[in-house]
Protein backbone atom coordinates (compact mmCIF):
# COMPACT_ATOMS: atom_id res chain seq x y z
CA UNK A 1 0.00 0.00 0.00
CA UNK A 2 2.09 3.32 -1.35
CA UNK A 3 -0.15 6.61 -0.02
CA UNK A 4 0.56 9.21 -1.61
CA UNK A 5 -0.02 12.14 1.37
CA UNK A 6 1.32 15.02 0.03
CA UNK A 7 -1.41 14.71 -3.03
CA UNK A 8 -3.88 14.24 -0.13
CA UNK A 9 -2.61 17.75 1.87
CA UNK A 10 -3.39 20.30 -0.98
CA UNK A 11 -7.08 19.89 -2.26
CA UNK A 12 -7.37 19.70 -6.29
CA UNK A 13 -8.08 22.71 -7.57
CA UNK A 14 -10.86 21.41 -10.31
CA UNK A 15 -12.77 20.67 -7.12
CA UNK A 16 -11.78 23.76 -5.11
CA UNK A 17 -13.17 25.71 -8.44
CA UNK A 18 -16.05 24.02 -8.53
CA UNK A 19 -17.23 24.41 -5.01
CA UNK A 20 -16.37 28.10 -5.27
CA UNK A 21 -18.86 28.75 -8.66
CA UNK A 22 -21.31 26.67 -6.75
CA UNK A 23 -21.51 29.20 -3.63
CA UNK A 24 -21.16 31.95 -5.89
CA UNK A 25 -24.37 30.88 -7.58
CA UNK A 26 -26.17 30.51 -4.71
CA UNK A 27 -24.79 33.38 -3.32
CA UNK A 28 -26.40 34.98 -5.97
CA UNK A 29 -30.22 33.14 -5.72
CA UNK A 30 -29.85 33.90 -2.08
CA UNK A 31 -28.73 38.05 -2.87
CA UNK A 32 -31.86 37.86 -5.95
CA UNK A 33 -34.74 36.06 -4.16
CA UNK A 34 -34.08 35.80 -0.03
CA UNK A 35 -32.18 39.03 0.97
CA UNK A 36 -34.30 41.71 0.75
CA UNK A 37 -36.93 39.10 2.91
CA UNK A 38 -34.22 38.33 5.43
CA UNK A 39 -33.54 42.08 5.96
CA UNK A 40 -37.08 43.11 6.18
CA UNK A 41 -37.84 40.45 8.77
CA UNK A 42 -34.51 41.35 10.65
CA UNK A 43 -35.36 44.80 10.89
CA UNK A 44 -39.19 43.70 12.09
CA UNK A 45 -37.31 41.48 14.54
CA UNK A 46 -34.78 44.47 15.51
CA UNK A 47 -38.25 47.02 15.82
CA UNK A 48 -40.14 44.32 17.94
CA UNK A 49 -37.02 43.78 20.35
CA UNK A 50 -36.82 47.33 20.52
CA UNK A 51 -39.97 47.63 21.18
CA UNK A 52 -39.74 45.03 24.16
CA UNK A 53 -36.89 46.57 25.50
CA UNK A 54 -38.45 50.56 25.46
CA UNK A 55 -41.47 48.69 27.16
CA UNK A 56 -39.76 46.81 29.57
CA UNK A 57 -38.29 50.24 30.70
CA UNK A 58 -41.60 52.09 30.97
CA UNK A 59 -42.72 49.02 32.86
CA UNK A 60 -39.57 48.90 35.45
CA UNK A 61 -39.39 52.70 35.50
CA UNK A 62 -43.59 52.72 36.36
CA UNK A 63 -42.61 49.77 39.18
CA UNK A 64 -39.62 51.74 40.30
CA UNK A 65 -42.52 54.48 40.76
CA UNK A 66 -44.97 52.49 42.15
CA UNK A 67 -42.48 50.93 44.92
CA UNK A 68 -41.66 54.76 45.68
CA UNK A 69 -45.26 55.58 46.27
CA UNK A 70 -45.68 52.10 48.06
CA UNK A 71 -43.15 53.05 50.28
CA UNK A 72 -44.42 56.57 51.22
CA UNK A 73 -47.57 55.55 51.54
CA UNK A 74 -46.60 52.85 54.06
CA UNK A 75 -44.21 55.12 55.80
CA UNK A 76 -47.46 57.84 55.79
CA UNK A 77 -50.15 54.99 57.26
CA UNK A 78 -47.19 53.73 60.05
CA UNK A 79 -47.15 57.79 60.82
CA UNK A 80 -50.96 57.87 60.88
CA UNK A 81 -51.10 54.22 62.94
CA UNK A 82 -48.72 55.50 65.51
CA UNK A 83 -50.47 58.78 66.04
CA UNK A 84 -53.70 56.71 66.22
CA UNK A 85 -51.75 54.74 69.06
CA UNK A 86 -50.85 57.82 71.02
CA UNK A 87 -54.33 59.66 70.51
CA UNK A 88 -56.17 56.49 71.76
CA UNK A 89 -53.59 55.72 75.05
CA UNK A 90 -53.74 59.11 75.98
CA UNK A 91 -57.60 58.58 75.39
CA UNK A 92 -57.41 55.56 77.32
CA UNK A 93 -55.15 57.37 79.81
CA UNK A 94 -58.13 60.45 80.22
CA UNK A 95 -60.87 57.79 80.71
CA UNK A 96 -59.10 55.81 83.01
CA UNK A 97 -58.61 58.85 85.76
CA UNK A 98 -61.80 59.72 85.20
CA UNK A 99 -63.15 56.38 86.15
CA UNK A 100 -60.51 56.32 88.59
CA UNK A 101 -61.35 59.96 90.18
CA UNK A 102 -65.08 58.76 89.93
CA UNK A 103 -64.76 55.67 91.50
CA UNK A 104 -62.83 57.35 94.61
CA UNK A 105 -65.19 60.13 95.12
CA UNK A 106 -67.84 57.19 95.60
CA UNK A 107 -65.69 55.47 97.50
CA UNK A 108 -65.62 58.93 99.78
CA UNK A 109 -68.89 59.17 99.98
CA UNK A 110 -69.76 55.61 101.03
CA UNK A 111 -67.35 55.91 103.62
CA UNK A 112 -68.95 59.70 104.71
CA UNK A 113 -72.18 57.63 104.61
CA UNK A 114 -71.02 54.97 106.76
CA UNK A 115 -69.29 57.45 109.17
CA UNK A 116 -72.34 59.25 109.31
CA UNK A 117 -74.47 56.14 109.91
CA UNK A 118 -72.33 54.70 112.69
CA UNK A 119 -71.66 58.10 114.12
CA UNK A 120 -76.03 58.25 113.88
CA UNK A 121 -76.45 54.81 115.72
CA UNK A 122 -73.55 55.96 118.30
CA UNK A 123 -75.67 59.04 119.28
CA UNK A 124 -78.64 56.58 119.14
CA UNK A 125 -76.91 54.16 121.32
CA UNK A 126 -75.95 56.52 123.98
CA UNK A 127 -79.10 58.13 124.15
CA UNK A 128 -80.32 54.58 124.76
CA UNK A 129 -77.98 54.03 127.31
CA UNK A 130 -78.35 57.37 129.44
CA UNK A 131 -82.37 56.41 129.31
CA UNK A 132 -81.64 53.14 130.80
CA UNK A 133 -79.19 54.11 132.96
CA UNK A 134 -81.69 57.23 134.71
CA UNK A 135 -84.13 54.54 134.71
CA UNK A 136 -82.54 52.47 136.38
CA UNK A 137 -81.25 55.00 138.86
CA UNK A 138 -84.61 56.06 139.15
CA UNK A 139 -86.08 52.56 139.85
CA UNK A 140 -82.93 51.62 142.03
CA UNK A 141 -83.41 55.76 143.67
CA UNK A 142 -87.15 54.06 144.29
CA UNK A 143 -86.43 50.91 146.21
CA UNK A 144 -84.23 53.07 147.84
CA UNK A 145 -86.33 55.33 148.96
CA UNK A 146 -88.91 52.97 149.60
CA UNK A 147 -87.54 51.95 152.87
CA UNK A 148 -87.61 55.95 154.20
CA UNK A 149 -90.08 58.34 155.27
CA UNK A 150 -90.27 60.80 153.10
CA UNK A 151 -92.89 63.24 154.73
CA UNK A 152 -92.12 67.13 154.84
CA UNK A 153 -91.43 66.86 158.70
CA UNK A 154 -88.82 64.09 158.25
CA UNK A 155 -86.78 65.56 154.83
CA UNK A 156 -86.86 69.17 157.39
CA UNK A 157 -85.35 67.38 160.23
CA UNK A 158 -83.20 65.64 158.04
CA UNK A 159 -81.97 69.09 156.60
CA UNK A 160 -81.39 70.81 159.97
CA UNK A 161 -79.44 67.67 161.21
CA UNK A 162 -77.00 68.31 158.09
CA UNK A 163 -76.60 71.83 158.84
CA UNK A 164 -75.83 71.78 162.70
CA UNK A 165 -73.75 68.74 162.04
CA UNK A 166 -72.16 69.46 158.40
CA UNK A 167 -69.14 66.65 158.49
CA UNK A 168 -71.59 63.71 159.71
Sequence with gaps: MNINIVENLFPNLLTMATQ???????YKLYKK??????????????AKIEEANTLAEVTKQEALDLQADLKLQRI???????????????????EYQEKL??????????????????????????ADIEKYASELA??????VLSNY??????????????LEHPSA
Excluded: C, G, P, W
Design 76 to 94: TMLDKINELEKQLKAKAEI
Design 149 to 162: EMTDEVLLARLAEK
Design 138 to 143: FEMSKK
Design 33 to 46: YVHDHVLVYLSNQE
Design 101 to 126: ALAESQIASKQQEMLDDIESQKRKMM
Design 20 to 26: LAATFVL
